[in-house]
């Protein structure tokens, strides 16, 4: 493939600073482990921050040599030629702390009780995350980012960088992305955390030492998180009605192929993500809230912020519909920004963040030539 | 369709006579945007700061790609992403005549807005008068629609327009009437095929 990156390796990068969370509480020392594709130039000025959201990772673009069908989540955008041109620019994806695949997290061993942190791990918040990320691109010589750019609890990481960092990051890209969670959001978030603590395998989060995982707990945390990122559009025409077997069996079994589905979502997710990890992060999409400290005055809060913004919004996206995009691109008006706002007419959701859509593509694409001319400049 | 929009810019008649009542640095917010032409021209001409709001996903493509901050939306939904007195003048350029709800557009226009600015074909243009009198709808290079493919739902003469400003408490400050690039000072609305005002709330 001509228009991947190609063969990737993940790389690390250990922290001895202690690290301070807004929670108060701290890590002495942690590691992040990150990809980056493309080259960055002599002026350290074409770099480019990709966040992820609830369920991602480093591994954005391209595959690995000995698991090549292991594509990076994002291939479809980042890479040679795509909108986010690792021709042009430094790509730079990492593992939020608190995660589940190589950087400290709950499942990773705590240095000073040589046990899994599980339920020690402190509760994590965008801050933090931004915080973090700002100490790896330090270690990486990055005084300022040309673009931050993310999804969904990935924009408002991006859109967070503009606030504790303004001179960072040129251009914030807030993608199905909201300025806080609605109490509908959080209700969603909390039914599917219940399913995990509930679930007699949770252990209070030291299921590790007890060799058990609470899958059940995760695949319904999963199935009912998954719900919320598809349309009911969507659904209906992929499912629809649908029997399995074409017919009513009058059993609690799989009938519906929607059904099927969702536990097959279910069920893959559980076998490779981390129950405490999705604790964390569903707490962390909570806590968000550039407004609360203001007063709830997200005007004021945003004041801090000098990037320019592309804000993009999908028409079925019910999780954080294009409403939701509108109140981050009001209070970027009020304090005079440069600010483009796009409404992408999708059928696919939330998750239409993670397709290929020929106008996401075609504003991604033309917005982004725009910066890599400023790089160059 | 924007292949270049600085030239597209120059020969838009309208753009001129705008750019000409708009101050060096003053802060603008352009209604139907299009491709940011016009955006683009006064950011050149007169360092303006300003948005475009517009509804067509190509056109939101070309604003970028001409470096103008643009908004997606609808203008008969409202201008809701804007606050009172936001900017000194809210433009609506060759799209009066296309807006469902023109009443209440050019009320929020001037809440947004110290001043409002629009520019529309003229149908009193005697060109229009006489296809009429001939029998069939007009079509020409300022409406280029065949009347059951137009997205022009409120056209109006500049007498049609005037009367309207004056039944809801909106006062016109300056006019400019044109056939073409060539100003019309006698007979505008039967000699003028564009008009641009300029206006503001009635105190």
Redesign the interface.
Known sequence: MSDSVGIVSAQRATFDTPLVFRSGASLPRYELVYETYGKLNAAKSNAILICHALSGHHHVAGYYQDDPKNIGWWDNMVGPGKPIDTNKFFVLGVNNLGGCHGSTGPSSINPETGQPYGANFPLITVEDWVESQARLADRLGIRQFAAIVGGSLGGMQAMQWSLIYPDRVRHVFAIAAAPNLTAQNIAFNDVARNAILTDPDFHGGNYYQHKVVPTRGLRLARMLGHITYLSDDAMANKFGRGLRSGQFNYSYEIEFEIESYLRYQGDKFASYFDANTYLLMTKALDYFDPAHDFDGDLNQAFSRAEANFLVISFTTDWRFSPQRSHEIVQPLLHNRRNVSYAEIDSTHGHDSFLTQHAQYFAVMRAYLDNVSRECAA | MNNDATSLGIERPDFAAIAAWIPTGA?VLDLGCGDGSLLRYLKEKRAV?G?GVEIN?RD??S???N?V?????NLDSGL????DN?FDFVILSQTLQATRHTEALMQEMLRVGREGIVSFPNFGHWRNRLSIMLGNMPVSRVLPYQWYDTPNVHLCTLDDFEDFCGAHRVTVLERRVMSGKREVRALPNLLGSTAVYRFERAV
């Open positions: 802060s700061r948005y996903d939101i493509v604003c970028i790609v470096g901050s643009v908004i997606q939306n809701s992403d804007f606050e936001a």
